[in-house]
């Protein structure tokens, strides 16, 4: 049960005014949509949050009768809203992954001004969940205008049934979103709410010459981006990233599963050698340089494991889910490092190659790279699309 005190309508005020002091929502139109929606009708029951007396990353659910459930519900975060695909796979009904959530406001904000949209816009949005933000864009544009796919069938259920009860009827499909919705073609907007690694064609095929698609994208490597592409005459999608976007992946692109250590095998033979690149060039989050080695060395993922004692001492481990794996010893002061590399890959060899290019470009920042999707694949460029970063 809520507070005695809880008063929904004051509690979305303080957050619009929140998410317009922080600068992700100026425009007025988006301000008016996101006061017509209240968040706490898309919240379900329960929520799951991290077990803080283990402190071990399992979650457990919380439910409206908790507090908590009604404090977060009008917070600027995200709030994991199912784990493990619905079927939660710990001990006594503990989570270990969220597979759905509803998005953290702020970030929502500026994924909806990023659209650049205008009245009667019809638009396509990726990842249903609980139906909130797709409420959002019923509010600005008309339910008839928003189409949104969800490919888990109770999420989807659940999202069009608080669309529903919040007096909004849009298009909701359950499918792949990989594959867009042919049926409802063209849109002048996609709005991806998932992350995506390959862009899907489809997509492109489905928006109109001129129209948008926004979608966070990345790879296990690299802080994931906020795209904006624009759709060309040419059957084509071109742009760059504008700003961060952490979101769970699309279900078929997700992430290794299980930790670093599950996926180095210590007992396989060792090459070692020593490299001059520091390996905390690499780690930057937001870097040119993490950009370049995350695009450029395909499946690679990274642990990095700073020394307990005060040292200053730390490792780079990196590991492919192929038997590949390097660790680089980082040494305060050192000119030179250690590294060890096993597998079929020379995966700090593929982060040196990447790293020298970009040193060589002069160390691009990450906004100067783009991205072109084509029928045949996406292609990254620095500066132009037309300087198309061949990989060394
Ligand atoms: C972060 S949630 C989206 C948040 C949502 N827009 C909201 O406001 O609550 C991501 C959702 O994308 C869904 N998803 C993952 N892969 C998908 C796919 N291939 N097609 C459609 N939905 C997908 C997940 O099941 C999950 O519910």
Redesign the pocket.
């Known amino acids: 049960m809520p507070s005695t005190d809880f008063d929904a309508g004051e509690r979305l005020a303080e957050l619009v005014d929140h998410l317009h002091r922080v600068g992700a929502l100026m425009d007025r139109r988006w301000r008016d949509a996101f006061l017509q929606v209240r968040r706490h009708a898309?919240i379900p029951d329960p929520i799951w949050a991290e077990d803080g007396d283990r402190g071990d990353g399992w979650m457990i659910p919380v439910g409206r009768d908790d507090p908590y459930w009604w404090d977060n519900a009008y917070t600027d975060f995200a709030l994991p809203t199912?784990v493990d695909d619905g079927t939660p796979v710990g001990e006594d009904g503990r989570g270990r992954y969220a597979?759905?959530?509803?998005?953290q406001p702020s970030l929502?904000a500026r994924m909806l001004e990023a659209l650049r949209i205008t009245d009667g816009a019809r638009v396509l949005?990726?990842?249903?969940?609980?139906?909130?933000?797709?409420g959002l864009l019923c509010a600005r544009l008309g339910a008839e205008n928003v189409v949104t796919?969800?490919?888990?069938p109770t999420?989807a259920e659940r999202g069009r049934a608080a669309l529903r009860a919040a007096g909004w009827k849009p298009t909701v499909v359950c499918g792949?979103?990989?594959s867009g919705v042919p049926a409802e073609a063209p849109f002048d907007r996609v709005l991806a709410?998932?992350a995506a690694k390959r862009v899907p064609y489809a997509w492109v095929e489905q928006t109109r010459p001129g129209g948008l698609i926004v979608t966070p994208w990345g790879n296990d490597y690299m802080a994931t981006v906020l795209l904006r592409l624009e759709v060309g005459e040419n059957g084509t999608a071109t742009g760059r990233p504008i700003g961060d976007a952490p979101?769970?992946w699309?279900?078929?692109q997700r992430a290794a599963a299980g930790r670093w250590s599950d996926h180095v095998d210590f007992h396989a033979p060792v090459r070692t050698s020593r490299t001059t690149v520091d390996p905390h060039q690499v780690v930057v989050r937001g870097s040119g340089a993490e950009f370049t080695v995350g695009t450029w060395a395909p499946g690679l993922c990274r642990a990095w494991f700073d020394a307990e004692d005060a040292s200053g001492e730390a490792t780079l481990w990196l590991y492919d889910t192929k038997g590949s794996w390097a660790s680089v010893d980082y040494v305060p002061g050192a000119t030179e490092y250690e590294v060890e590399q096993a597998g079929p890959r020379g995966l700090w060899g593929e982060v040196e190659a990447a790293v020298g290019w970009w040193q060589r470009a002069r160390r691009p920042g990450r906004e100067r790279f783009g991205l072109t999707v084509t029928p045949d694949g996406q292609h990254v460029w620095l500066d132009e699309p037309t300087n198309e970063v061949a990989r060394p």
């Open positions: 898309f199912q597979t759905s959530s509803i998005s929502v949005e990726i990842g249903t969940a609980t139906g909130y933000n797709t796919i969800e490919v888990d999420l792949d979103g990989t709410t998932v979101f769970m699309l279900r078929d």
